[in-house]
């Protein structure tokens, strides 16, 4: 039975919607979870809400990383922290993978030196699913390493291929590189030197993407450096948020608009569902051994069932594997089947 | 008087549009346009809708460079096209400010290689004007230069507080730098360099801006190098029309929402208008020896009028002035008044 670690103590609304989220995911996915952190604090969740815990393990972590601290002390001084913990049980095998909604730059370092990168990963890439007209895009990397190689980038189109191919079920998945201009002169050296490496790689390369594009589904996977990728991201978030804001405001404003409001009820649900990025989970850390996955700093319960539902699909799809099999085949020299 | 070159076949709907947006120019801002371009077909268009040409030069070009061709061409092959026509004019004093909803790149070249920059000057930069949800954001460089050194956009932090100083008379206007998060530890060493200069230039420096905040207007002038200004940019535009794309696809559904789109029309109309670019006017490119408008390529009559009026406005605030006293007191190491 797949075993998910999941932090109890990341988030703001830790631990309570992360027992809530836990056990909705035990009774529903015919998983089990391991809740790391205070193990007092938790049984008291359980008590004090009737909960059962039938399906949990509780593994005790003394410490909690917060928000403001030094990413790396989770290595030093922080290594009895809740996150710390679940990374030493996925290194060392005790579960599948592991769910956090803590600091985002701790879970870099502790996914990166403690579960640690595939053997032959540049790097890891925080990979965020952003919702767009036609379906999901993958996104990498959303901000994990502001400077990246071409070679880099190309992992980043493989690792992101195999998730949305083996998870999202999207047969073929087109690649695009963000860029500023859709001809393969355009960008700068990391752009020009990424197409060539794309085009020549077994991925569905769709070239060139500009952002303008994005929000219309023209690629599944779109790669590009740490930096650009996480101004995309935090600008797609942005105005989103924006839009919903100028909605609101907009359907608030009279008694007639007011109105409108009720007979666009269910549209405007619909609209705020599909923005909704806690339906979809959270953003996997690929090309690390084993399953990350960082939920929302903000997840409620539902949100943190469907991260660790997430995480339970990269396990089914097998994509730790995936990456692993590419890696082999380029130091071999052999192409995959 | 002052008088607007204004390239009359730049732009998808040229040489009517132009020629239309050039009149209302010179009906209602009380200043002199030059068009260039076919003096035939312009004379054609006047005669065809009963304009009249008074307060119009025509100087004639012979040539249009396409938004297909390698800008280059505009300095040599094509140096008798209407944009090229209309740097040679400016650079020769024979205007005050030069508008074109020609090829980006071309525009470029041209400014940078006819026109010239301001002595002192390291990179022109393209400035956009974003609406945010309290008003105008100046973005430098949305563009222009792909690589800038933090001593370039020290200047772009200038340059943009000129404009919104001087255009949207916006009392010391806030400076804050496009970054991934807003500790001064943050970013690549672009921005970690360029805050330090920021922090001691005399501009309203507020720190790093993340990506998400763009659209809540929390800084007048926002710097970042060309790649990822860009990126900002297109997306900022590409999220504007896919939530209108959203909002008139709720609005057109079914009968009942239909009926909801009525009571809303005011409401929607508004929110258009405020999306609209062109009511602002064009891209300016500031640090050029003169004023330099760039239209939108689907500029109307009326965006062009308004990319007039911006050029008439940049000339009434003494931008280049303005700039051209920071470069001085840099050189002599004296403080601008």
Known sequence: MINVIVDAFGGDN??????????????????????????????????????????LDVVHAETVIDVH??????????????????????RDGKGDAFVSAGSTGALLMGATFIAKRLKGIKRAALSPLLPTETGYMILLDGG??????????????????????????????????????????KGRDLEKDTYKLLSEA?????GNIEARELPFGKCDVLVTDGYSGN????????????????????????????????????????FKKKMDYSEVGGAVMLGIAGTVIKAHGSSDAKAFY?????????????ITDQISLYLDSQKGGNDVD
């Open 306 to 318: 469907n991260a660790i539902r997430q995480a339970k699909e990269c396990v089914d799809g097998g």
């Open 202 to 206: 077994p991925v569905n390369f769709v």
């Open 69 to 90: 601290e030094d990413p790396k002390s989770i290595l030093k001084s922080r290594k009895d922290c809740s996150m710390a913990v679940g990374f030493q049980l996925l």
């Open 231 to 270: 101004i995309a991201l935090k600008l797609y978030e942005g105005m989103g948020l924006y839009f919903a804001g100028v909605l609101k405001g907009m359907l608030k404003k009279n008694v007639k608009t007011k109105i409108a409001a009720s007979l666009l009820m269910g549209e405007v649900k619909d």
């Open 144 to 185: 994990a390493n502001i400077d990246c190689s071409p070679e880099a980038l190309l992992q980043f189109a493989v690792m992101g291929s195999a998730y949305m191919e083996k998870v999202m079920n999207i047969t073929s998945p087109r690649v695009g590189l963000l860029n500023i201009g859709t001809e393969d002169t």
């Open 14 to 55: 830790a631990p309570d919607a992360v027992v809530e989220g836990s056990i909705m995911a035990v009774q529903n996915l015919g998983i089990k979870v391991t809740l790391v952190g205070n193990e007092k604090k938790i049984h008291e969740i359980a008590e004090k809400n009737n909960y059962s815990l039938v399906g």
